[in-house]
């Protein structure tokens, strides 16, 4: 099928789609219940890796099926592809009629030392992007040596700038959100989010507190890696593990160990009319009440993706898939 064909298929559910809405944290930003994650847009280190080769004309493909999927959530960095990220997305949105919901992050490297290096990064980032404000801005690690508190206070200052409608963090553990989230309500600001790694292979935030944390408070869970990069789409195996950077973690024996869960996978998503793996575990991650956020590199990818929303696994589904994940993790 034609790629205008797809689009405008799903330009046709598109008013359906955009009733299906959450609120980030307790914010009135409404987004998609999944986000698209543009970590390897103009990455030099991913840029073409993988199986297939990318460029610009695919990621604004991407970009265009993602919202005609009723996507119109995006997460970016000032990191990554070294800025180009921003640069490509703050295109594309300036381009496009539908309003875009979209994230970056502060990166808190050791030498920026005070509240003015947050302020000097955002402008700069504003300027990539070419847009006068950021819907979520995000701390993007806990990084020494400057405070939570001093970061919080910044983020605050933006906020009241205008240049900033929500605030999260990423990385954060329980403890480092209930401090920041802390600090932000001195301020009288709410805590919008925690950006962590969070996939049906990568279960860790049930288990350390932070989802709890997030559901107590109001704050949304944004789950990053939610294809455990790529694994979870089942396209890998033990014969063909993927290349590149994550050769090393996902080698044939972690595939060969994870295969029972991704059989589970393909086995409820056949009794889901045939959704794919890739669905089936971004739907996991949304049944729990997260945000997951993929990385898609083309519109096949985004459009494949957006079939994660409009359907629910049940109970039933969701408990085998956590017992399943449990015996392989
Ligand atoms: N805050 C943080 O510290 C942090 C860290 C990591 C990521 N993130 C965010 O999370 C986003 C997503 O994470 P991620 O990119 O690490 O991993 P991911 O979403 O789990 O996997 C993305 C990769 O899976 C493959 N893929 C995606 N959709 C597919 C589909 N429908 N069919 C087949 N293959 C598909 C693509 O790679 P191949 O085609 O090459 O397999 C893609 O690059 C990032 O873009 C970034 O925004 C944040």
């Not at 490509?88 to 875009?100: H, N, Y």
Request: net charge positive; hydrophobic share 45%.
């Amino acid at each position: 099928m034609k790629i205008e064909s797809v689009i405008r298929y799903f330009q046709r559910g598109l008013i359906s789609f955009m009733k299906d809405r959450v609120k980030l944290g307790t914010t009135e930003i409404a987004i998609s219940p999944l986000g698209i994650g543009t970590w390897a847009w103009g990455d030099p280190f991913v840029w073409g890796y993988g199986k297939e080769s990318y460029g610009e004309a695919d990621l604004q493909e991407a970009f265009e099926a993602s919202h005609a999927g009723g996507i119109n959530f995006f997460d970016t960095a000032e990191v990554y592809g070294l800025g180009k990220s921003e640069q490509f997305l703050g295109r594309f949105i300036r381009e496009c009629k539908t309003p875009t919901i979209l994230a970056t992050k502060f990166m808190p490297f050791p030498f920026r030392l005070g509240k003015s290096a947050l302020r000097r990064a955002l402008h700069s980032s504003l300027d990539r992007l070419g847009l006068a404000r950021v819907d979520l801005y995000q701390i993007h690690f806990p990084l020494p040596p400057i405070h939570i508190e001093t970061w919080m206070d910044a983020l605050a200052d933006a906020v009241d700038a205008g240049l900033v409608r929500a605030v999260g963090v990423s990385n954060y553990s329980a403890a480092q959100m209930g401090r920041a989230y802390n600090a932000l309500a001195a301020r009288g600001i709410k805590l919008a989010s925690n950006q962590v790694h969070y996939s049906l292979l990568h279960r860790q935030p049930e288990f350390d507190g932070i989802l709890q944390l997030c559901r107590d408070l109001n704050v949304t869970l944004i789950a990053y890696s939610p294809l455990e990069m790529g694994i979870l789409t089942g396209k890998y195996t033990p014969a063909t593990p993927p290349s590149g950077m994550r050769a090393r973690r996902y080698n044939s024996a972690y595939l060969e160990r994870v295969m029972p869960l991704l059989d589970l996978v393909r086995q409820i998503g056949a009794g889901h009319d045939g959704k794919t793996p890739a669905q089936v575990a971004l739907n996991w991650t949304i049944c729990k009440g997260t945000v997951p956020i993929p990385g898609a590199k083309n519109a096949r990818h985004a459009i494949a993706n957006a079939g994660a929303l409009g359907w629910r696994l049940t109970d039933a589904e969701i408990a085998a898939l956590d017992r399943a994940s449990v015996e392989v993790t």
